[in-house]
């Protein structure tokens, strides 16, 4: 929000002092607020949003048991082309469907109560991985 400076003039009695609700009237009243324009705004949270995004899953990506995975089909089929082409659509369609089912449970779960789910359910999966390298 932008701070607008409009001008209030007010009227009272010469007569008076302490002037009473009554005797003051506004005269122009200028909106205190303009509403800014969404568009630059949304720009840059979109940008910020792809961006962070992008970044995260490329580094998660990175040297994981997909890609390790993707370079031996490369190597085994000597059709690099291919293995990427069918990667690359196993990678998208893997996260369309985190986004469909990021969006339906964001409609029905508060972002707390998410993310205090979250924390339940990865503590959960820590402790059994612990359990299995305790029990060898």
């Given at each position: 929000m932008?701070?607008?400076q409009?001008?209030?003039?007010?009227?009272s009695?010469?007569?008076?002092?302490?002037?009473?609700?009554s005797?003051?009237?506004?005269?122009?009243?200028?909106?205190?607020?303009?509403?800014?324009?969404s568009?630059?705004a949304?720009?840059?949270?979109?940008?910020?949003?792809?961006?962070?995004?992008?970044?995260t899953?490329?580094?998660?990506?990175?040297?994981?048991?997909?890609q390790?995975?993707?370079?031996?089909m490369?190597?085994?089929?000597?059709?690099?082309?291919l293995?990427?082409?069918?990667a690359?659509t196993?990678?998208?369609?893997?996260?369309?469907?985190?986004?469909?089912l990021?969006?339906?449970i964001?409609?029905?779960?508060?972002?707390r109560?998410?993310?205090?789910?979250?924390?339940?359910?990865?503590?959960?999966?820590?402790?059994?991985?612990l359990?299995?390298?305790?029990?060898?």
């Amino acid at each position: 929000m932008k701070l607008h400076q409009g001008m209030v003039q007010l009227t009272s009695s010469p007569d008076s002092l302490q002037p009473s609700t009554s005797q003051i009237a506004p005269q122009s009243v200028a909106p205190l607020v303009e509403p800014e324009s969404s568009e630059p705004a949304s720009t840059w949270v979109g940008l910020k949003v792809f961006t962070s995004t992008f970044v995260t899953i490329f580094l998660a990506e990175l040297g994981d048991k997909t890609q390790i995975t993707t370079l031996l089909m490369s190597a085994e089929s000597h059709q690099p082309w291919l293995v990427f082409l069918g990667a690359g659509t196993a990678l998208v369609t893997a996260s369309l469907f985190g986004v469909l089912l990021g969006q339906w449970i964001a409609s029905r779960l508060s972002p707390r109560t998410l993310e205090t789910t979250a924390g339940i359910v990865l503590l959960l999966v820590s402790l059994l991985l612990l359990g299995d390298v305790v029990r060898g």
